[in-house]
């Protein structure tokens, strides 16, 4: 019996289970995965053991940016008594990138207390990246008592309100959005209406074509509304930018990645560099997580955007620390 | 040593006999107990018992802690009677309410 004939191989198509496809499945768990979106539609590649990826339509990008989240320097406790150490790592790992990125966003809670010297230390790490950086606070570094002066008077120049700001890039509209002000009992994080009505004004000027990313601390939309992880006004800012080819909304806050897609807009949550927290309901509270030091760096990392000029697609590639 | 506790006594029998204190603990992310009836004068005094900051706000910015972080406290003497809600600005998930009679 012909048992080629029964079971005819395919080489042409996803349903091959063979040695290479096996291997890029299995780099899935430990390296990491490249989200590549075209049209809003998005696809997955797997990267190698070596985080590297080996798919050319994911590579050919003409430039791209890293984000860094979460760096919380003043932490001392269990989870991770060291972060300064871990945003080293972190900082190398952006310094070590083949090709130097465009940009870097800072997602928010720079700082864990919102104490001077922790801003002061913050800064001078930060200051080694090879790309300016751009930031956006969270809600631990507004925790001074102007409630919030100090990341103001560092941060806050040249932007609007409690810091938010937009700028282009390479044609991608870049927008700063600011949600860690004006908390009010019980409720999830806002933008404000004076914040919401300075966005719909800055994208008169943006064409539906143009690849939007919105950076901002806490997710705009709501991960879990238990533990307060969400924005209350974030669907009218997502409203808004319904009508856009390609939006990519990044945030911090969570400490972990987490993805959704919705028509054209991908939102993706980035690891911090401090400490993990539990996945949404995962633990009885959003508390920080310890996890076995030799695996800690396992669960801190950034993020790296590749976007192509011509059909906009965004690339996120996550990595870890490790 | 006879005069330090004379000191003391001296010190406890001149503070007035309605003053109290009541604490509450700031654990996994709530304030126990959550809902709390006091005398008019009593100090109370939060102490945050988790691993994360929290803070102390009255919804209506009668009172306000700073960023207490682990094994920090913040107290506020209650002196007139009403209902006092409070939140924490950094977990606003975290309610509480303190009520105050004569």
Not at chain 1, 201 to 215: C, E, G, N, Y
Request: net charge negative; charged share 20%.
């Amino acid at each position: 019996m012909d048992i080629q004939s029964r079971h005819p191989i395919r080489t042409d198509g996803p349903l091959n289970p063979d040695r290479r496809t096996l291997l890029k499945c299995s780099a899935w768990a430990g390296a990491g995965v490249i989200w590549a979106l075209s049209g809003g539609i998005p696809r997955a590649f797997a990267l190698d053991a070596a985080g590297n990826v080996s798919d050319p339509k994911a590579l050919a990008s003409t430039f791209h940016f890293v984000q860094i989240s979460d760096s919380h320097i003043g932490f001392n406790k269990e989870a991770n008594p060291e972060p300064v150490k871990t945003l080293q790592v972190a900082i190398d790992k952006v310094i070590a990138l083949p090709k130097p990125p465009a940009l870097i966003l800072h997602t928010g809670d720079i700082t864990h207390l919102s104490k001077p010297e922790e801003f002061d230390t913050a800064a001078q790490l930060l200051k080694g990246l090879p790309s300016t950086v751009h930031y956006v606070p969270g809600e631990h570094d507004t925790l001074d008592e102007g409630g919030g002066t100090l990341y103001l008077e560092r941060y806050g120049k040249g932007t609007k309100g409690n810091g938010w700001y937009s700028f282009d890039d390479h044609g991608v509209h870049f927008i700063a959005l600011v949600n860690v002000f004006n908390f009010q009992a019980g409720r999830e994080a806002t933008l404000g209406a004076d914040q919401l009505a300075w966005l719909a004004d800055d994208l008169r000027a943006v064409t539906s074509s143009t690849p939007i990313v919105v950076f901002t601390h806490i997710p705009l939309w709501t991960v879990y509304q238990p533990w307060g992880w969400g924005t209350e006004d974030g669907d009218q800012a997502i409203a808004m930018l319904r009508k856009y080819g390609s939006v990519t909304v990044l945030n911090g806050h969570i400490h972990q990645v987490i993805q959704k897609v919705e028509g054209n807009i991908t939102f993706h949550t980035a690891r911090g560099t401090a400490y993990p927290q539990p996945a949404p309901g995962a633990a009885p509270t959003p508390g920080p997580m310890t996890v076995a030091a030799d695996q800690l760096r396992n669960y801190l990392g950034i993020t790296d955007v590749r976007a192509t000029q011509g059909d906009h697609p965004l690339a996120l590639i996550d990595s870890t620390l490790v | 040593m006879k005069k330090r506790l004379l000191a003391v006594a001296c010190l406890m029998l001149s503070m007035p006999v309605w003053a109290q204190e009541v604490k509450i603990d700031i654990k996994a992310f709530m304030f126990g107990p959550k809902d709390l009836n006091v005398a008019v004068g009593t100090k109370v005094t939060w102490v945050n018992d988790d691993q994360i900051p929290h803070t102390v706000a009255e919804t209506h910015k009668v009172f306000r802690s700073g960023a207490l972080d682990t094994n920090d406290s913040f107290s506020w003497v209650f002196n007139t009677p009403g209902e006092f809600e409070y939140f924490c600005a950094l977990h606003p998930q975290m309610i509480g309410k303190i009520v105050v009679s004569q």
